[in-house]
């Protein structure tokens, strides 16, 4: 298994590091706060530019996130600070103590950006997220993978896919359910929206009957009111996207409304 993985100028490498040569850092064991702190070092590493830097050695508990999470951000917030600030930077090197700690680090922060950076290619990325109402409810999934959470069924466009198969595609992969009556409702674009890299989403709205089952990287699923929502924190801009849907339900109700008066 290879320990080098180079991104443009800079060389990302997993290194094991004897404890007693260090003293090791406990993982945090909330996902923004190891992407502050992820980002901060990275910048600072930039203003004074420095040629390498090094994140750990860490060490995991019952309490903190898991080693695969803790890969998966650490990759995600140096693909982001590269592509971004093209820093003077030649190495960032990852620093652990366990060896089994090693070879999943190696698998998944190359596996990842081995994926990111040859087969998403440069982005801005492109995905589908579809709010699904079944009965009064919308059907919710929590992601397995971060940015953790729950959030509105999605994902990103394969390659030759048209944008309404990847919302069915992904509706029936998180999900289990065959949706109908498709919408498409709106195009949400925010650089900051995604805090792994930049996506540009086509919401579509659906309907559904049956019960949701949670499937593909989907760790949970769940049917909730407007009023459930409102008091979850979602992933990315999903809070609005759902005000922005009941909004729009609301002003078609009372259009219609209208017109019948």
């Known amino acids: 298994m290879k320990k080098k993985f180079k991104y443009q100028n800079t060389e990302i490498e997993i290194m094991k590091i004897a404890r007693r ?3 090791m850092i406990q993982c945090p064991n909330r996902e923004e706060k190891l992407r ?14 420095l040629a390498s830097i090094t994140f750990g050695p860490f060490e995991f508990s019952l309490d903190s996130l898991s080693p695969a999470a803790c890969a998966k951000i650490i990759a995600q917030e140096a693909y982001k600070h590269i592509k971004l600030t093209r820093p003077r930077l030649k190495r960032i090197m990852i620093a652990l103590a366990e060896e089994e700690n090693v070879k999943l680090f190696q698998k998944t922060v190359f596996g990842y950006l081995d994926y990111i950076i040859n087969k998403l290619s440069n ?3 492109s ?12 059907v919710l999934i929590e992601r397995s993978n ?6 509105i069924p ?8 048209a944008i309404e198969t990847t919302a069915r595609r992904e509706a029936k992969e998180e999900t289990s359910l065959d ?10 674009s925010a650089p900051g929206r995604d805090p792994r890299f930049q996506t540009i989403t086509t919401v579509f709205t659906a309907k559904a009957k049956g019960s949701p089952k949670a499937d593909s990287d989907a760790r949970g699923v769940g049917i909730f009111s407007l009023s459930q929502i409102r008091k979850m924190k979602l992933a990315f801009d999903h809070n609005k996207v759902i005000e922005d849907f009941f909004k729009a339900k609301a002003n078609s109700r009372n259009a219609s409304i209208c017109r019948i008066r």
Do not use: M
């Not at 999605?154 to 896919?161: A, L, N, R, S, T």
């Open 21 to 23: 040569d260090a003293e």
């Open 36 to 49: 502050n702190f992820c980002c901060a070092a990275l910048k600072k590493a930039s203003e004074k530019k």
């Open 123 to 125: 982005g801005p990325f």
């Open 127 to 138: 995905t589908a997220d579809i709010i699904i109402e079944v009965g009064r409810g919308i």
């Open 146 to 151: 971060p940015p953790f959470g729950w959030a």
């Open 154 to 161: 999605g994902g990103f466009v394969d390659y030759g896919e």
């Open 179 to 188: 949706i109908f009556d498709l919408k498409q409702f709106h195009t949400y």
